[in-house]
């Protein structure tokens, strides 16, 4: 007899190393997004036997990117590590943790009610359980203070094979998106709902999108006067015309631009035309010259860190003068993150382009923040002026919001002026420049442009 042996067992752990590659995490050794696909359709397998449902948890850790920035890669991967250790403690034998990367974990869980709205009170549940686990306090460094951390969910019931492992994904990650829109460390539930809101939001960007490439929108200006009824400026207001007549103001469209690169591509156009359409103005009389343009400024505008260089970059070759440009930002936005917008508003001052604080009076300001800013004017917010005339307390606002101005000698502009008492009031209270319907609608180019050479003449 003659026997021949061999030692496998670097080839067993080759094997088992290969495997864990291929199915798990390397940093958490939570399951991968491969294994996890297989793990939901053998779930949804035994589900659609069973008749019960199942459920998909989707995590997203709260400003990790800025642990990331601020305290370095390694702890941000040490705070993973701890979450998922606390996540294989916690979850039943049936459940499957796993990391999609960054920082989205998922947990599929088994076995819930056959009643879906008992399903979904578990599922629930069970997401609250885990916001519990990540809330607890992390040592990321040894003799490290303790760090803490949220966490966003979102969760998707699921019943047999009625939806694919994609599509649970996506409505998992649709909820958590609305756990962050409510503010942050909580968790929300998916429903159909959602998903149509989704949908129908992309489909109004893409025909903004299209409008703006097919020329579709349009501006509109409505003039400032002074106390003698000269028009000293104008503000552009952006429109959007539909093939069925109806014409929308940006309110009615622009919150889905908001959240994307789109919002940027709008604001040059709107810039760009704008400022070629006012220089296109007669210059056959000094009025025409200085007559000021003012520009509403986005919040995904004045995120962009490239702000600056995009507007100068579209004004400079048109010789468009800066100081014949006025930004105007409303109070929400502008102290929503004071410290990094003044210093971009410094920026803008540099340049030589104006800036206007908007919506004056709505509750925001405060003298030491104003007087940090390089403003060079306010506007009254047009929901007090609406109500000067009837409400005491508006009248009595409005004429602090103007004492206030006054002391920082900063012009003051009435926005939505459309009654002469209304004019009459705020004359007695030190307001000479005024907009709205009392002096002129938002006209396009055209009618503005013969309405101004009327006044001129």
């Known amino acids: 007899m003659i026997g021949i042996c061999y030692d496998v067992t670097d080839q067993m752990r080759a094997d088992e190393w290969i495997h864990a590659l291929a199915f798990h995490d390397p940093l958490t050794r939570l399951a991968n997004r491969r294994l996890l696909m297989e793990r939901i359709g053998q779930a949804q397998a035994r589900s659609h036997r069973r008749g019960d449902h199942g459920a998909l948890i989707l995590l997203d850790i709260d400003h990790f990117k800025k642990l990331n920035d601020t305290l370095g890669h390694d702890l941000g991967d040490a705070l993973l590590i701890q979450i998922a250790e606390r996540l294989a403690v916690a979850l039943r034998e049936t459940d499957t943790a796993a990391r999609l990367g960054g920082d ?10 056959v009643q879906p709205e008992n399903a979904a009170h578990e599922a629930a549940m069970i997401g609250e359980k885990i916001d519990a686990l990540i809330r607890e306090p992390y040592r990321l460094e040894p003799g490290d203070h303790a760090y803490s951390c949220t966490a966003s969910i ?37 429903q159909p709902a959602m998903q149509q809101a989704i949908e129908e939001s992309a489909r109004r960007e893409g025909a903004l999108r299209r409008a ?11 003039p400032q006067v002074d106390r003698d009824g000269v028009w000293v400026g104008c503000e552009a207001l952006l429109r959007w015309s539909l093939l069925d007549g109806t014409v929308l103001k940006p309110a009615q469209f622009l919150t889905e631009a908001e959240t994307t690169d789109l919002m940027l591509s709008i604001g040059d156009w709107v810039v760009s035309t704008a400022c070629r359409e006012i220089a296109s103005l007669p210059a056959s009389t000094q009025a025409g010259k200085d007559l000021v343009l003012g520009i509403n400024i986005s919040a995904r505008q004045l995120a962009d860190p490239r702000l600056i260089e995009r507007i100068l970059a579209i004004i400079q070759p048109m010789r468009f003068p800066p100081a014949r440009l006025r930004f105007e930002i409303s109070e ?31 509750g925001y300001s405060s ?8 403003l060079s004017g306010v506007k009254i917010d047009q929901r007090l002026i609406a109500a000067l005339d009837t409400d005491p307390n508006a009248a009595m606002i409005v004429r602090a919001a103007i004492g206030v101005a006054d002391a920082l000698t900063l012009p003051i502009i009435a926005e939505g002026v459309e009654r002469e008492s209304q004019r009459n009031l705020l004359l007695d209270m030190g307001c000479v420049r005024f907009q709205g319907f009392l002096f002129g609608r938002p006209m396009p180019l055209d009618a503005f442009r013969r309405a101004y050479e009327s006044r001129c003449a």
């Open 367 to 374: 003298l030491v923040h104003l007087k940090r800013l390089p």
């Open 104 to 113: 989205e974990l998922v947990v599929l869980c088994e076995a819930l009610d």
């Open 154 to 190: 979102g969760i998707t019931l699921f019943h047999g094979h009625d939806t694919t492992g994609s599509e649970l994904l996506k409505q998992a990650d649709i909820a958590m998106y609305q756990a962050k829109r409510a503010g942050r460390a909580t968790l929300r539930l998916f």
């Open 332 to 362: 929400a936005l502008l102290f929503g993150d004071f410290e990094r917008n003044a210093v971009i508003l410094e920026r803008l001052g540099a340049a030589g382009i104006r800036i206007e604080l908007d919506d004056f009076g709505s």
């Open 212 to 222: 703006l490439e097919q020329g579709d929108l349009q501006l509109v200006y409505q």
